[in-house]
């Protein structure tokens, strides 16, 4: 009889997208892939900190903005892509779903839409602290991203889409436990 997973093992296994049964040998895969993780990230700092000095001594307008940008395009493609090659490649079952009992459904997806809506919020505020520092290096007031209805709506627009997908996505991950 298999024990119970633990709340750290069912993040683990929510985290790498892994489904099934956590076992010994699932989980030992698990802690391996977080400590490529862990390790592509140290290296991954340090790589981005002599990236941002190295383009603070040449272009020291810009170097904000690229390394801002070199930070959203490795966490959110990079970082993931190599979790998943990771993931693929070892050998556990990876279908996406994620299995709770049935009397866990409901409430399991009412969490899965607020957790959504709260990352389309944060995305809008990240967005909104983005411009406004946007346009402040631009030496424009606060007043005037304030006064520009477009960027306040294509900010809404786009932290509405992003957690819009979210949501659908976390949704639909939840399946009932199969016996």
């Known amino acids: 009889m298999a024990k119970k997973s633990n709340r750290l093992e069912k993040q683990f296994a929510r985290f790498l997208g892994i489904s099934g049964v956590f076992d010994e040998y699932v989980k030992q895969v698990a802690y391996q892939l977080a400590g490529h993780a862990y390790l592509v990230l140290t290296y991954y700092i340090m790589f981005s900190s002599l990236i941002f000095l190295l383009t603070y001594d040449f272009l020291p307008k810009y170097a904000g903005r690229i390394y801002v940008g070199l930070n959203i395009l490795v966490t959110v493609f990079i970082i993931p892509l190599i979790l998943k090659m990771k993931t693929d490649k070892?050998?556990?079952?990876?279908?996406?779903?994620?299995?709770?009992?049935?009397?866990?459904?409901?409430?399991?997806?009412?969490?899965?839409?607020?957790?959504?809506?709260?990352?389309?919020?944060?995305?809008?505020?990240?967005?909104?602290?983005?411009?406004?520092?946007?346009?402040?290096?631009?030496?424009k007031s606060l007043l005037d991203l304030l006064r520009n209805p477009w960027l306040i709506g294509g900010v809404l627009i786009a932290g509405s889409v992003f957690g819009g997908f979210m949501t659908v996505l976390a949704y639909f991950s939840i399946d009932k436990e199969k016996n």
Request: hydrophobic share 40%; aromatic share 8%.
């Open 90 to 139: 070892a050998d556990i079952d990876t279908s996406g779903f994620i299995e709770v009992p049935e009397e866990d459904l409901k409430r399991e997806r009412q969490k899965a839409i607020k957790r959504g809506i709260l990352s389309g919020i944060v995305f809008t505020g990240f967005m909104f602290v983005q411009n406004i520092l946007a346009t402040m290096e631009n030496g």
